[in-house]
């Protein structure tokens, strides 16, 4: 057994854990905030860093601080609800939502880069089998998929994403950047948009497969946590990294495109490489797409198991979760795509404020297993996700025309409620109250 890992073991798994949350939001989304942004691109960045690399990295921390897993951090904050908002977290990050999104959307960018036009669903549904049938070869041993990722999938995102951000500085299709297309400051508009990427939530469930990868490298117990912080610095500041290279490109067309995410890059990249650059970013696309979904189903296959193998050893085991998992999001993948963020994406949304007072508890709170505070922490976290559910209702209402508007004018009625943030301010206030309030006796 040894301490600590090698600088090979460290850039494997450092690089693994970027492709996972790489591909999760941060492939596309970067070139279009760099066009967005234009001119204010680095006050903009800077927002997004704050949220969409540090708060992310605050779950690792939470992981290492609360010396568990994610289920177990939330069931010993809020008990029963604990594991019912753990069961609804992976749900959505695995066969509802983001595993499903990931092959669609790399099937959609085939059909539009490839101009494939059929009325056969064929060809759609022998794509969605091959992608689940190799990633349940990565996922099937839960010790090696950091280093299959690492080894496998990490280098080719890398090199393209290298040659897409060089390419695009050294060549730029546009020699001015555009004026930002927003009014709002552009900090507070990088930190909405980097929160909006709900990576958070991934990095509390991608833990564990990282732990799995360190103990698999002949790593003592005891200096798990220790790695786990290099790791996460490794992974999450190269992602730091290839997203401020993004938004350098986004913002280096300067509003030349008149398109939005993947048809942005598909054309940025075509007309950076021509054909071949259509190549690099289906290739990249793919790659990204796998890397997210083996990263969620082998973590949320995980929770399944922590959480049911008691009930019945045979049957609730991680291999057979994997494998429905990967059928289910087959299935779901048929769906159409737009379909799948419309209806699912907003309950995503609704799991991501809980998620991070979990994080944010764990990380700052001094004496986190004292009783005092995790009954502070339980009403924070409840209260965060209540409102969320307020606001998910509000946002149903609006979609469909439902009418509850008295639900939207008490949802309006919280500060920050249209920052998306109505939970922030009512999660901070309860737990201070309740921290300093004594238990009855």
């Known amino acids: 057994m040894k301490k600590d890992l090698g600088l090979k073991e460290l850039l494997v798994m450092g690089g693994a854990l970027f492709s996972m949350h790489f591909g999760a939001a941060c492939m596309l989304f970067p070139v279009q905030w760099g066009k967005d942004a234009g001119t204010a691109l680095w006050p903009m960045f800077a927002g997004i860093l704050l949220s969409g ?17 994610f289920l177990s951090l939330i069931q010993r904050l809020s ?3 604990g594991t019912f908002f753990a069961a609804l977290t992976i749900f959505v990050i695995g066969p509802l939502y983001m595993v ?37 070869w990565f996922v099937v041993n839960p010790g090696k998929v950091i280093d299959k990722i690492g080894n496998l999938l990490f280098p080719v995102l890398i090199v393209v994403v ?38 958070l939530q991934c990095a509390l469930l991608f833990g564990i497969i990282v732990v799995h990868g360190i103990l698999n490298a002949g790593i003592e117990e005891k200096a798990v946590n220790r ?29 030349t495109i008149d398109l939005t995410l993947s048809a942005l890059y598909t054309e940025m990249v075509l007309q950076l490489w021509g054909s071949f650059g259509g190549i690099l970013f289906n290739i990249a696309l793919v790659a990204a797409a796998l890397t997210t979904a083996v990263g969620a189903v082998s973590s949320t296959s995980e929770i399944w198991e922590e959480i049911l193998l008691e009930k019945n050893k045979r049957v609730f085991t991680y291999r057979n979760f994997c494998i429905a998992s990967c059928v289910l999001s087959c299935i779901v993948s048929f769906a159409d795509l737009n379909t799948i963020v419309r209806i699912i994406g907003p309950v995503l949304d609704a799991c991501y404020p809980a998620a991070i007072v979990i994080a944010l508890y764990y990380c700052l709170c001094r004496k986190p297993d004292d009783q005092t505070k995790l009954r502070a922490g ?16 509000v ?8 009418g509850w508007d008295m639900l939207s004018r008490i949802y309006y009625a919280f500060p920050l409620a249209g920052y998306s943030l109505a939970w922030l301010p009512v999660s901070i206030i309860l737990y201070a109250v309740i921290s300093i309030l004594k238990p009855h006796s």
């Open 53 to 69: 690399v540090i708060l992310p990295y605050t779950g690792y921390l939470a992981l290492v601080r609360g010396n568990g897993t």
């Open 79 to 81: 008990g029963g609800f």
């Open 100 to 136: 499903p999104r990931m092959s669609a959307a790399a099937w959609a960018a085939i059909v539009q880069l490839t101009g494939l036009e059929t009325d056969s669903y064929l060809p759609a549904i022998i794509f969605a089998i091959v992608f689940y049938l190799i990633t349940y």
């Open 162 to 199: 290298t040659a897409v951000i060089v390419k695009s500085i050294v060549s730029p299709i546009s020699d001015e950047w555009a004026a930002p297309s927003f009014t709002q400051n552009p900090v507070v508009h990088g930190f909405l948009e980097g929160y909006a990427t709900a990576d």
């Open 227 to 255: 790695n786990l912080i290099k790791i996460g610095i490794v992974g999450l500041g190269l992602l730091a990294i290839t997203i401020l290279g993004h938004m350098i490109a986004g913002a280096n067309t300067g509003g």
């Open 378 to 393: 339980n009403w924070a976290v409840i209260s965060a996700f209540l409102i969320s559910i307020l606001q998910l209702a």
């Open 395 to 402: 946002r149903y209402s609006e979609m469909f025309d439902l």
